[in-house]
């Protein structure tokens, strides 16, 4: 476990270092950590597979975790603001 904890961290850090540049280039927001905002990332990441392994009604198909994920993605490139009201 404890290997996969610094597996996990590494890849956080990596990630961090991104954002970072990001924020500095001006392509992400400044205001967010990039240590908080990779670890955020990550987490919601992390728990969107774990749906499958939840039993009942607290779990999702492959299909609907695929979907869930999409939307994750569009949320995080394009924000939650509706791009319409914006024009």
Same mark, same amino acid.
């Given at each position: 476990?404890?290997?996969?904890?610094?597996?996990?961290?590494?890849?956080?850090?990596?990630?961090?270092?991104?954002?970072?540049?990001?924020?500095? @280039?001006?392509?992400?927001?400044?205001?967010?950590?990039?240590?908080? !905002? $990779?670890?955020? #990332?990550? =987490?919601?990441?992390? /728990? *969107?597979?774990?749906?499958?392994?939840?039993?009942? @009604?607290?779990?999702?198909?492959?299909?609907?975790?695929?979907?869930? !994920? $999409?939307?994750? #993605?569009? =949320?995080?490139?394009? /924000? *939650?603001?509706?791009?319409?009201?914006?024009?």
């Amino acid at each position: 476990m404890e290997r996969i904890a610094r597996l996990t961290q590494a890849q956080n850090s990596r990630l961090a270092e991104v954002l970072g540049e990001g924020a500095r @280039s001006g392509s992400v927001r400044a205001d967010l950590d990039p240590d908080d !905002l $990779a670890t955020t #990332l990550w =987490a919601a990441l992390n /728990g *969107l597979p774990s749906l499958a392994w939840r039993p009942g @009604s607290l779990g999702a198909d492959q299909k609907t975790i695929d979907r869930l !994920l $999409a939307v994750y #993605l569009m =949320a995080v490139r394009d /924000g *939650l603001r509706d791009r319409e009201q914006d024009r």
